[in-house]
């Protein structure tokens, strides 16, 4: 038992987590006075327990103690080995972090720098640039000045505009005065000046007149080519509109300029005859106006660029020589519109068909109230003449090929731009509705033989009579 004892005695014990000796201290940071103290401690707790305990029951004892702390190791193995990832997987994500932000700073370096460059390189006009100083017949007055007194002329120069009906120089001034705030907010900075600021309101709040002024241009009844192409240009100048909205725009508002005739308003002051007959010739000129302006289809059957799209490529050009000389060269030359592209004919047959669809319950809803009025067959048929006469006759309001010489011609060619089939006008819109209307007055007429031939029966007989 002796040789046993010394045995233990020289093997390491490591009864930190043993019950017994709990209240022993664990860390290596101790002091001195404290190893000695638990030296002695442990050499006491031994003691006693060899004098409580069996050999064999000790061995048992170290056994339990030495599987507690090894499987305490274990499991500080395992929560030091995950800390350790997640503390490396953060350390990569710091140093990722910080290589982005470098690069940041750099571009928003490099910018700062290709805008300073950009500055002192170019006088910035607008959406363009122009090198070099201004020209010499603007070089007694200051840039600045020369811009406020366009800002402050731009307004009245837009209302004369649209009382003269030149929507598209409306627009394009509009245009001028963006371009010109744009350089003085540039040049100025952030801190615009009041005045700028204020001139620019002024002009800011004609847009949305303008874009009114164009609409209402195009719901007129007698509106020709000239004119709808240019109300669609300034639309799509202001509000950056494509060739394919443009176009639906349009059909909304020719559909706005039918619902006008038709108003019961307006056919209080015109006779049967009249209504139908501009009624016709509003969904005539219609279809022409879509044929010339949206279509490229030649009458040799080829396809061309479309009016409106030429019209688009070429409405920024400014033949103002003092305005070239404000303005960079490339804003002079045409104003990008997006998406500038003819609108495809499939599209243009689909719409067309849905708009006269439309347009037909229109015009029997408003032709059958003025029809009702209508009492005798003789007035139905001079009716019918007048939209005859008015189906021959040759178009006009539009620029059509000088082979087109007649109306037959002239809506063949229309039927084969917006609908890619024959069409006849009468026959869709009017000829049933004249029918039904015929046989309405054939059976009041018969009716009112019938009472007259008993009149006159009753009165023969009266006369006999007496």
């Known amino acids: 038992s002796e040789i046993e004892l010394r045995d233990f005695k020289a093997q390491p014990l490591e009864l930190g987590r043993s019950p017994a000796l709990a209240s022993l201290p664990s860390s290596p940071r101790a002091d001195s006075k404290s190893t000695a103290a638990a030296t002695w401690n442990v050499e006491k707790e031994v003691n006693g327990y060899f004098c409580a305990h069996t050999i064999e029951e000790i061995k048992k004892i170290e056994q339990s ?9 274990e499991d500080l193995r395992q929560m030091v080995g995950e800390r350790y990832r997640d503390l490396v997987d953060a350390a990569d994500s710091v140093v990722e972090m910080k290589t982005h932000s470098e690069q940041v700073l750099q571009s928003v370096s490099q910018l700062h720098q290709f805008c300073e460059q950009l500055h002192q390189s170019h006088y910035l006009r607008g959406f363009g640039g122009m090198k ?10 200051p840039a600045v000045t020369v811009q406020l007194r366009l800002l402050c002329d731009i307004p ?3 209302w004369s505009n ?11 001034s509009y245009l001028l005065a963006h371009q010109v705030y744009t350089h003085l907010k540039l040049d100025r900075g952030p801190q615009t000046s009041p005045l700028v600021q204020g001139l620019w309101e002024r002009t800011l709040a004609l847009r949305p007149t303008i874009v009114e002024s164009c609409q209402q241009k195009l719901q007129s009844i007698g509106i020709g080519e000239e004119e709808a192409v240019q109300s669609l240009c300034s639309v799509a100048l202001l509000e950056g509109a494509s060739p394919r909205q443009l176009f639906t725009q349009f059909l909304v508002a020719r559909k706005a300029a039918l619902q006008t005739v038709l108003n019961p308003t307006k056919q209080a002051h015109l006779s049967a005859k009249a209504v139908v007959c501009e009624a016709i010739n509003a969904v005539r000129r219609s279809l022409l106006l879509v044929a010339t302006i949206f279509s490229g289809h030649t009458v040799d059957g080829n396809q061309v660029a479309s009016k409106l799209c030429v019209a688009l490529h070429n409405a920024g050009n400014d033949k103002n020589k003092a305005v070239q000389q404000l303005l960079s060269q490339e804003a002079t030359q045409g104003l990008k519109v997006a998406a500038l592209s003819d ?3 499939s599209v243009v047959h689909s719409s067309c068909e849905q708009w006269i669809t439309m347009t037909l319950t229109d015009i029997e809803e408003g032709v059958g109230n003025c029809l009702a009025h209508v009492t005798t067959i003789k007035a139905i048929s001079a009716i019918r003449r007048s939209v005859h006469d008015l189906l021959t006759e ?7 090929d000088q082979r087109l010489t007649d109306s037959a011609s002239q809506w063949k060619w229309t039927c084969d731009c917006v609908l890619g089939r024959p069409l006849s006008l009468h026959m869709q819109f009017l000829q049933r509705m004249e029918f039904s209307r015929i046989k309405v007055c054939h059976s ?7 009472l007259l031939r008993g009149s006159v029966r009753s009165h023969g007989s009266l006369t006999i009579a007496m």
């Open 162 to 172: 649209l009382e003269q009906g030149a929507y598209l120089q409306a627009a394009n």
């Open 394 to 400: 040759p178009m006009t309001g539009a620029s059509l």
């Open 65 to 73: 103690t030495r599987l507690l702390v090894e499987q305490k190791k």
């Open 444 to 450: 009041v007429v018969r009716r009112w033989s019938r």
């Open 132 to 141: 070099g100083p201004a020209s010499d017949n603007l070089g007694q007055l």
């Open 156 to 158: 009245g120069k837009i």
């Open 343 to 345: 609108v495809p004919e």
